[in-house]
């Protein structure tokens, strides 16, 4: 059941954990679970996102589109996938093995 607004109008941390929405501030770290949120909006380009397994939840088409967003408000984003995808033309990748070694 959606029904929350969620605006992000500091610099923070967003990550998802356990089914939640965690933002991180300096000041403080909230928690808002994902099936309450309809609509997340940020209004600080000083905002890291990271996700786990993006890929596995979003097609080739709407993950360019998310990236090109992105790119185009000026924020982070840190993408955790378990397996190789194919290379979207913005994205930067970096490889870490099981030896935590940067391929």
């Known amino acids: 059941m959606s029904w929350r607004t969620v605006i992000i109008t500091q610099r923070a941390k967003l990550d998802m954990k356990n089914g939640y929405l965690v ?30 397994n993006l890929r596995s939840y979003l097609g080739q088409k709407e993950t360019e589109e998310l990236f090109r967003s992105i790119i185009l408000h000026k924020l982070s984003l840190i993408c955790i996938e378990n397996r190789e995808y194919p290379m979207i033309s913005c994205e930067n990748r970096l490889i870490v093995d099981e030896d935590q070694c940067v391929i």
């Open 23 to 52: 933002v991180r501030t300096d000041q403080e770290q909230k928690r808002v679970h994902l099936d309450e949120i309809s609509v997340l909006m940020i209004e600080n380009s000083a905002v890291s996102i990271f996700i786990v």
